[in-house]
């Protein structure tokens, strides 16, 4: 254990007398989940009525502040730096607190059921939020210096905004991906080209002695997997697309198109570790190519298709499936022929889409992964 997780309130108290003149320790331990460095305690400020969290340690704090400051808003707020009578730092900052918990919680509670494609859906917007924090961090190609890699990227060190919200007309339920995700703990974060200290070896790519946007990427590509699965994947079970596929198994979305899209973006993200093309920017350009840009119609279709049990079909099956979610998309009431038949040619654009495709069995249509 760390000697912050140690330090009992006096402790804290002896060491910061600007702390105990301004705030009041909540509690009698630290909040959170402990890990190697420091301890992050709730405090109240005295002097602003507000309640802030205060992370504590024996070890440098500043370089972590500095980098904070230095990138935009993916991260929490920190208000001010203090510095102890025997050398410990700490520093304020904003206090997530419900809705917002860590990713590991979050996983640790969450609920899959058999075939569940809105918990993929769910995933993938987690991923997106992700990526667009780690995206903005790393920095711009035409920005010089100051592209931080955040070198800790895993579940205990995600923040998310854990709060749904029914939208007509999408399979999208998240909050707006810009302001659903923070990246905290930037205590081993550094600029590119650093070297890698004090990281998560589990989370760490093997065999990457300096850090890039691949570091952090890697540990996406892990966290990914945990999401999906709730048990973090070894370093060897993401090492092609098969064994991917084999982890992703346990936890099926009922639709080959969004299994397929999830060994994909693994795959991408654990390569990143090696080939410096694959960034965070870019890979957020794949993800609305294939996901979220795509017209909303056809994934609340294949939704539709998923929860209806049907795996495979004929044409008129999977049209008859699909039907009461395009009727309440157009705001048909009465049914139709010529209604019927445009349903019936929604199944083929669902085909060219590659949300579902021909079985190799005459006049039949596939939607799940092993079906045919
Ligand atoms: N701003 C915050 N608000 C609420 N809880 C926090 C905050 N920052 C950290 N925590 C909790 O404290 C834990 C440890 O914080 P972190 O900065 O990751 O420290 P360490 O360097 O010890 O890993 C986090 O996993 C989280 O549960
Ligand atoms: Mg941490």
């Avoid at 998310?160 to 999408?170: A, D, F, G």
């Amino acid at each position: 254990m760390n000697a912050a997780a140690r330090f009992k309130k006096d402790d804290i108290l002896a060491e910061f007398p600007e702390i105990d003149s301004r705030y009041t320790l909540i509690g009698d331990e630290a909040i959170g989940e402990i890990s190697g460095f420091g301890a992050v305690w709730r405090a109240q400020d005295n002097w602003i009525d507000s309640t802030v969290a205060i992370k504590f340690s024996e070890h440098k704090l500043s370089d972590e502040v500095r980098l904070c400051r230095e990138i935009d808003g993916e991260t929490a707020r920190v208000f001010d730096f203090y510095k102890g009578v025997n050398g410990w730092e700490a520093y304020t900052m904003e206090h997530l607190e419900k809705p917002w918990s860590t990713l590991s919680s979050f996983i640790e509670k969450r609920r899959y059921k058999k075939s569940d494609i809105q918990f993929y859906f769910e995933c993938f917007e987690i991923l997106r939020a992700i990526l667009h924090g780690l995206s903005s961090m790393h920095g711009k190609p035409y920005q010089r210096g100051s592209r931080v890699i955040h070198a800790d990227i895993k579940p205990g060190n995600i923040f998310l905004l854990n709060k749904r919200k029914k939208r007509p007309h999408t399979v999208f339920t998240m909050p707006a991906y810009v302001d659903m995700v923070k990246l905290i703990d930037l205590g081993v974060s550094t600029y590119r080209g650093g070297k890698p200290i004090g990281y998560t070896p589990a989370y760490r790519p093997p065999q990457m002695n300096s850090v890039g946007s691949g570091f952090d990427l890697y540990a996406v590509a892990i966290t990914f997997a945990e999401l999906i699965t709730k048990q973090r994947p070894m370093h060897e079970n993401l090492k092609n697309p098969a064994a991917i596929r084999r982890v992703l198994a346990t936890r099926s979305s009922g639709s080959f198109f969004m299994d397929e899209l999830a060994v994909e973006i693994i795959k991408r993200c654990k390569n990143a570790a090696t080939q410096s093309t694959h960034t965070a920017e870019k890979l957020i350009t794949y993800l609305d190519s294939k996901l979220f840009d795509r017209e909303h119609l056809g994934l609340m279709c294949l939704r539709e298709l998923v929860k209806s049990g049907v795996g495979s079909g004929t044409k008129d099956e999977l049209a008859e499936a699909i039907y009461p979610t395009i009727a309440k998309y157009w705001g048909w009431e009465r049914s139709s022929a010529k209604r019927k038949a445009m349903t019936n040619d929604f199944v083929d654009t669902l085909v060219e889409e590659g949300f579902v495709r021909k079985s190799t069995a005459p006049r039949r249509f596939v939607v799940a992964n092993g079906a045919s």
